[in-house]
């Protein structure tokens, strides 16, 4: 087997990285019943893989990690389970605020904030303001995010806006309505990302995602660490991205 660093320093040489890699970071409750232990367990230890994968993008100078943390339709789940998460979430971000701030990572939330307990919430805020200034990786966590109601929520401003005759309706165009979304002013994704091999969107970034490059895998998020981030990395860089055009005129 190819060692990781060996990997690693392929991926380099090659270049052509990413700028933004978006990860649904699914399969923690396979993780945790495969091995007998409560579905809480796979969230926990699904932790040490975001750990991880941030570090790595910052050392691969990947300019935005972007990762889907609980959508708008996880509030569905079980009562018992939304709030071990929040919880988790809390105790998290309280502990890692320093350490990403040190790794000069600047922390950023998509999604409805307001509907995270006030606690998480109080801790994501502080952990923004204190990182950002930073200039290195962008960790952008999707929180109670869900991307049709990020549209709605654009078009809803914008109509607010022709309505008060501070825009007209023909200037409407696609940097229009991504300057209204959660993603301002970042890229759209180069790279999606799906652990535990369910081949769907799950209402993650539809808009952004018009051409990004998809890679699913059946490992599980808490089981994915840095050799299998190189391995889609290393996919990555295999692809070629024609944008509705011919291979000739790419070349
Ligand atoms: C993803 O893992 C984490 C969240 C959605 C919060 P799951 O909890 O969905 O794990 P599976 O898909 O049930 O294995
Ligand atoms: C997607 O995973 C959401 C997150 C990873 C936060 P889900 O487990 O919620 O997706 P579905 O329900 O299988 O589509
Ligand atoms: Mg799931």
């Given at each position: 087997?190819?060692?990781?660093?060996?990997?690693?320093?392929?991926?380099?040489?090659?270049?052509?990285?990413?700028?933004?890699?978006?990860?649904?970071?699914?399969?923690?409750?396979?993780?945790?019943?495969?091995?007998?232990?409560?579905?809480?367990?796979?969230?926990?230890?699904?932790?040490?893989?975001?750990?991880?994968?941030?570090?790595?993008?910052?050392?691969l100078d990947i300019k935005h990690l972007t990762l889907y943390t609980f959508s708008t339709e996880n509030w569905n789940r079980p009562r018992k389970e939304v709030s071990a998460i929040m919880q988790l979430l809390m105790t998290t971000i309280r502990a890692e605020v320093d350490n990403l701030h040190k790794n000069n990572v600047r922390l950023t939330v998509i999604g409805q904030l307001e509907d995270i307990p006030a606690e998480a919430r109080q801790g994501m805020i502080e952990g923004m303001e204190k990182t950002a200034g930073n200039s290195g990786l962008n960790l952008n966590l999707a929180l109670s995010y869900g991307s049709r109601q990020e549209i709605i929520s654009a078009v809803r401003k914008l109509s607010g806006l022709v309505a008060k005759g501070e825009l007209s309706v023909e200037d409407i165009?696609?940097?229009?309505?991504?300057?209204?979304?959660?993603?301002?002013?970042?890229?759209?994704?180069?790279?999606?990302?799906?652990?535990?091999?369910?081949?769907?969107?799950?209402?993650?970034?539809?808009?952004?995602?018009?051409?990004?490059?998809?890679?699913?895998?059946?490992?599980?998020?808490?089981?994915?660490?840095?050799?299998?981030?190189?391995?889609?990395?290393?996919?990555?860089?295999?692809?070629?991205?024609?944008?509705?055009?011919?291979?000739?005129?790419?070349?």
């Open positions: 087997m190819t060692s990781v660093e060996q990997l690693r320093q392929d991926i380099t040489a090659r270049g052509d990285l990413p700028e933004h890699i978006a990860i649904v970071m699914d399969g923690n409750g396979r993780w945790a019943r495969k091995r007998m232990l409560p579905r809480v367990a796979g969230h926990r230890e699904g932790i040490n893989s975001v750990r991880k994968v941030t570090r790595i993008c910052g050392e165009d696609e940097d229009v309505l991504s300057s209204q979304l959660y993603t301002a002013g970042m890229p759209d994704p180069d790279l999606l990302i799906r652990t535990g091999g369910e081949y769907r969107i799950s209402n993650f970034l539809l808009w952004q995602m018009a051409y990004t490059e998809v890679y699913i895998t059946p490992v599980f998020w808490p089981d994915f660490r840095e050799r299998e981030l190189l391995k889609a990395l290393s996919e990555y860089q295999l692809r070629e991205r024609r944008f509705g055009m011919v291979s000739e005129q790419l070349k």
